[in-house]
Structure formats: C-alpha cells, structure tokens
C-alpha cells in the first residue's frame, strides 16, 4: 500500500502562486482564503449584502467553489440556513460501496454548488418513463451561496463490533474518538453520531433541503439518514464583513470567533497541519456538532442584569462587563465598584476565552434551530453548535472548563458528534479520496 | 348590545381618496392592494428583490404596516419564512382576560412589524433587576417584511362542552364550523384547531421566531400554545411580480393561484363580503391551514411522465399538458394523439380548477415544511398549505374535488383547522375589537 503524498490535500495551485516563491504553507493559506471569500458570478450587490444581518439581501445567484485545498463551507461566509444530515452506512456496504458512493456525492455536489441539477439529466431531462435524477424542487433558485461539506465519523473506520468493515482503520487518527461525556449532558443517541456526514448550507432553505434530499438518494442501499437538523440565523459570523448574530438567548454569539481572513489563526487553529501523521487528514479539519437545547421559557424569566451576568457581556452592544467596545478584549482582572471582578467567575465569556483554555480557539459556525414545541406548549429550540478545529482536544478543553459555566441551568446538551473533515477534492478526484488509497 | 357599524373593518382612507367619487367598494379595493403593495423604506432594490426566487435579495428594512382595513399577511406578497402558532385558551381565561391580550398583541404586533422591539423597554431598555420585556434574538435584525395575521378559531365561540365563556357565541357565523372529514384524512388533533392562531411571515426566520415567541409570552396565563409550524420557501405566489415557487414534490405550485393586483377576484374570492350578517367579520377572511405530508421516497421512484400526469402539468415549465406555457389556461377537452385528453380526468389540476368546482377560487399562501426525519431515515416533510376564502365552502367544496384525485396516493393531509380571521384594525382600535364590542 502506498502512501499518500504530501499534495494529497487536493490543492489547484495555480501557476502564479507556484512560482511566486512563497513557502508552500504561505501559498495554502492564501489559496484557502481566497477560496473562502470567492465569489461566482454575483458581484459587488451579493458582497455588500453578505455584510448585513441574517436571513436577507444575499443574491440567489451566488455561488462558492466546490473544489479546492479545503472544503468549502467551513471558512465560507456562515450562510443564512443550515440542512445538516449524519448517515449510517447500510449493512450490506463495503469498500467499493464507499468509495463508489464518495465519488458520486463529490461530482453532484460539484454540480448543486453551482445552482445545477444534481445530474446532466436532472429533473426534466430524462426518459419519461423513468423516475428523474434531480427532484425538481430548487429549480430556478439558483446556488444561493450553497456549500456541501463532508466528514467521516469514528464508526466509519471501526462499527459498533469493533470490525474494519472499510479496511480504513489503520488511518483512523489516534487523537479520533468518541467524544466523552460531559457535565450536564444528557445525549440522546439517536440524534447523535453516524458513519458519514453532509453539512449543506444555503442562504435559501429550499436549496440546502433540496441538497440534502437528493445527495441521500444518491446514498440508496449504501448508507441511510440516521439523524438530521435544520438551522437558520447563524449564530456565528465567520468573516469580518459579517454583523455578528444572535442566539436565541438574545446575545451576540460568535464575536470572538475565528476569522476567516486571520490566516494565522485558521493555520494555526483549523486546518489538520501538514505534520499529521495521518496524510489524508492533513488540511482537514475536526468538526463538533452539539445540539444545545435551551429552555427559553425558563431564560426569558431571568432579569437583564443576571443574564449579562450570566454571559459576562451586555445584551445590546455585546460589550464584555469588563467595559469597551462588542469588539474590545475582555479584562478578566478588572474588578467593579462593589469590588467584585467584572466579569463574575462563573461568567460564560470568561470559561470558554482562550485564556482559560491555554489558548485553545475553534471557528464556530452553529446555527439556531426550532423543532416546533413541546406538550406544555413551550418552544423545543436552541443551538445547534457547530465548530471546526484542527483538534478534537481544542473542543474537550473547553468544553471541560465550561463544567462550571452558570450558563448550564438554561442550557441541555441532547446531541453529541465529532467527524474527521477530509480536505477538499480536485477536480477529478473524490472527497476522502486519499483516505481510501490503497 | 349596540352592533358595530358599517366601517368597522377598520379602514382609514386618505382624504384624497375619500373624495375621488370612487364608491367605497372600490376604494376598498384600493386601499386593500394599496396596503398588500405599499413598502416602507426600502427603495426600488426591495422591489426588485421580491421578484425574483424564494429565499433571497430582500431588504431588512422591508415593512408592511400593520394597520388597515384588512390585515397584512394576506395579499401581502408572500415571504420566504413562516412561523405559525395555534393557542388555546387557558382554563381561567376570560371574556376580559382575552379582550386584554388582544389589545396587547395588537400594540406588539405593530410595533414588532416596525422591526422595533415588542415595548417600549424592549430588551435592553428596562429595569435590571427585571427580565427584559423582549426576548432580544432579533435586535439587529429589521423588520425583514414581518407581517402577524390573527385568527379565531370556532372553540373560541363555543368550548368543547358547548359553553359559551366569552359572551360571543351569538356572533359565531352560520357558516363557520370546524371542517369536515375528507377522503384520506389522517388528521392528528395535537396539530390540528385551536381557539387562536397567529400566521407570522418574514424574509429572516429568526424574525418570525421571534415574533411568536414574544407574542406567546403575552398570552402567558391567558393563552398557551396548542401547536406551531414552521415554512419555508413559500410555495405560492401571490403577486404577479413573484415568480411561482415550487412544492417539494418539484412542481410550480400556485399559477392559477389569486394575486392581489386583481382586485375583482379578491373582492370576490377573498374577503368576507360588506353584506355578510356578522358585521365584525366584513372585509376579513377565512383562513384554512392543513399539514399536507409527501411521502417523498414514495414520489420520486415515480416516472417523470406519471408525475406529470398526476399533476396535469409539465415539471420543468408548469405548462398545462394541453400546451402552451406556464401562464396558458389549461384546456380541459383537448385530446391527445392518442386519443385520451391530455390532461388526465384524475389530474390534480382538474380537480382543483375553479372550473371543476362551480367557480371557487381561494388565495393559497402555503410553506413547504421540513420537521427531521423519521426511523425509516425518511424526510418528514410536505406543504403546510394556507389558503384565504370569503366562505369556507370554497375550500369545502375544492377538497371534496380532490378525492378523486391521483395525488392522494402521495400525500396525507394530518392537520386541519380553520380560522375566521377579522378585518384589519385601526390604530387605536384591537384586531377583532368589534367581535367583542357590547
């Protein structure tokens, strides 16, 4: 079996920047910027309205690379709607199944990225006797800035018994498992985990259901749906164009996030490194999922002061306790009038910043969802969190320190994931092609 | 009792139109299309955005107002996100209790439609030491062409013992009852009726969220929520200026559908007529709303051909099957080369054409609806239809029509409800005020 070589992170470099004697790691994160902040055929409009709050003004017409160094949809300006779906693998399939199944989610992909049909035929173009490819009902919507990214879980490598069904499980990272318990988790495993992974997101839902629905179909006797979560109104900016969101406790929610032109923090804290010793992952990424139930009901009767409290920042301005700007870094040693630090102790800000966490950062592109209501007639909504990070110990970290997090009397953590994210395909190759190499 | 006089649907006419020697019929009109129409602050891109596809391109500050003589929500021209909410009245709810809440939930209505917060206070504007008035998740946002439509159900009226609590039992219309039972029904109660109901349409769906979110918490210990749905990418259009979206079954849904730039028929289909002998509903409607579930996998294992001829209509253009385009009128006698008509006997546009159902016509407003998946890895997912009538015979009547029709095979209607739904209010007044004048 021989292995990966070092380009197998599916970079097109093109001849300018091989030749502009920048260091190859230089050349990958300008490639993964621009890759980010490309955009087809919508021009100057499209670019101001993605600079505006959620759900409005994005061109229908926009549209994102599906090919690259990196997949798309990860450093992509966060979209206005999320169709996230996690896939067991059916019992019947192998290797071949796999693969065949990779590659043909990686060319309809490359297609519904660009507003096309899921294939040349699509939803009118085939025999009339037969069932059309393409269901038909994101025709005419355009791509509407549509990404599609794919990842791998720690199933997929060894199943519930233990077997290497897919002969990948020598590749599978040391650092990849699980993730563990947690304080106050009550996960419910059937909206949890999973073989396989797609994250589409849209600034139009139709288009993001519409992706997710015939990227299953294509899926048919090979893997299955095991779980899947709509979002909209991300909670999380990822570019700095981008007014940050609101979660549905009514605070900013992403302010300190990873930018995506902050090319030293994505290289430093997104991307899979180059050192991997897993060469298929090396320019992947880790993403957590956690759908964060938030008892609303319960929060909207807390008073403005021990919310802010709570949070550690101001409800409107999104400024930390601590004084200044919704951009100005928090001061944690700064202590208030009635000699208390600022920034109570307990404060959700202070427990998951950097500095509580040896520096550890995530780019976090969550999204809110709402899955109607319950029998007493309150909303069953929250979070779904959603962040990459070039490590799953980043996320354990900081997750850990929130164990103290006032925070969690309003909050239920009910699904739990964690998928290796392969780097971006060429064209020609299939995503988590060098995974299955022989 | 003094009854409610001629004009409490609550127009407020303009001066210039008053005395232009239109009769009030016809300045009605006016003033109903003028309201559907009228954008506040948001310019000619707005403008332009709302023709274009589901999902994109309107401005934040897109806003309808709120008062008038008939309410938003209506001819409005139909945005991309929905959230509805049915509530039932609390044990202890009474006549004063509700007169109380919709006086509330008017001031909040106009206010939220603003794009301001539910109070003056708001989120971050009160005492705090007291939790804030508004939940907060949509500060930022804009208005995003919120519109909130309030409906009453028949338990209002009558409770299921038959009791009359709120002293209004008197003005229930002959004609306003729950529906019946179709061929097919597989009617769930828990999603199904309700003694209110509010329809909040928007172009963000954190915006509409956030609206019955707030509006619920009003309603707190008169009102509780009974059941909520949450649309996307409206599936029909109601102004010629929108291009006609698709149903997830991937067809055109809504071309033959009423748009509010034709006054006559709206006069004539939509609102409750000025002869009608409950005077608080003249110039309202009837709301009927039924959760229509598609069994997807079901559906597109079906040829291209069938589904066409189910439907009556070509997939990719919505032509009729008697030829012509999208907009032709379809010719139910034409006949094929192969001697059949060309549009089927048990095709879904036959059955549903005004012609087939003595003239009937309703104004559908429907979402597509995605709620997760089911232990089969199926999508959950069909059309919540909405649709607006002067009588609820109309929807009667069209239903009973659709029994035969091919689609059932596809399809489960399990929600059904019906609203009446008042005309719309003048500031100062409440929606429904004359429901429950002395």
């Excluded at 798309?72 to 300006?77: D, E, F, S, Y």
């Excluded at 008073?303 to 920042?313: D, F, K, P, V």
Aim: aromatic share 8%.
């Amino acid at each position: 079996m021989s292995h990966p070589t070092d380009d197998t992170d599916g970079v097109t470099l093109p001849a300018a920047e091989l030749s502009s004697g920048l260091s190859r790691r230089e050349v990958l994160g300008l490639v993964g910027a621009g890759a980010a902040g490309a955009v087809v055929g919508a021009g100057a409009a499209a670019m101001a309205g993605a600079a505006l709050g959620g759900g409005a003004a994005q061109s229908p017409d926009l549209s994102y690379p599906f090919y690259g160094a990196h997949q798309a949809g990860i450093l992509t300006p966060v979209q206005d709607q999320l169709h996230f779906a996690s896939f067991d693998l059916t019992r019947t399939a192998n290797r071949g199944a796999v693969i065949e199944l990779l590659r043909e989610w990686t060319d309809a992909a490359a297609r519904l990225t660009r507003g096309r049909d899921v294939t040349q035929a699509g939803a009118v173009g085939g025999p009339p006797l037969a069932p059309p490819d393409d269901t038909g009902d994101a025709l005419d919507l355009g791509p509407s800035g549509l990404t599609i990214t794919f990842g791998f879980g720690p199933t997929l490598f060894h199943d519930a018994q233990g077997t290497d069904r897919l002969g990948i499980g020598g590749r599978r990272p040391a650092e990849f498992e699980e993730l563990p318990l947690f304080a106050f988790d009550l996960i419910d495993r059937a909206s949890s985990g999973g073989d396989l992974c797609i994250q589409a997101c849209a600034n139009d839902p139709q288009v993001a259901v519409h992706a997710i629905r015939n990227l299953s179909r294509i899926a048919f006797g090979t893997a299955r749906i095991r779980w899947t979560q709509l979002g909209f109104g991300r909670t999380s900016s990822t570019t700095t164009g981008q007014l940050t969101p609101r979660n549905l406790f009514g605070f900013k929610d992403g302010t300190a996030n990873i930018m995506s032109e902050n090319r030293d923090a994505v290289l430093e804290h997104v991307w899979v490194p180059e050192t991997h010793p897993q060469a298929w992952l090396r320019g992947g990424s880790y993403l957590v999922g956690r759908k964060i139930q938030m008892l609303i009901e319960s929060w909207d009767r807390v008073s403005l002061h021990e919310q802010e409290h709570i949070i550690g920042r101001s409800k409107g301005e999104g400024a930390p306790l601590s004084g200044g700007r919704e951009a100005t870094t928090p001061d944690f040693e700064r202590v208030s009038a009635d000699g208390e630090v600022a920034i109570p102790v307990d404060a959700h800000v202070r427990l998951a910043h950097p500095v509580s966490n040896a520096g550890a950062r995530m780019l976090r592109r969550g999204y809110n969802y709402v899955n109607g209501n319950n029998d007493l007639g309150q909303l069953d909504a929250g979070l779904f969190f959603l962040a990459y990070q070039a490590e799953p110990e980043t996320f354990i970290t900081v997750q850990r320190s929130l164990a103290r997090d006032t925070l969690n009397e309003y909050i239920r953590h009910v699904g739990s994931s964690i998928w290796a994210v392969p780097p971006g395909a060429r064209e020609g190759e299939f995503v988590g092609q060098a995974l299955f190499s022989e």
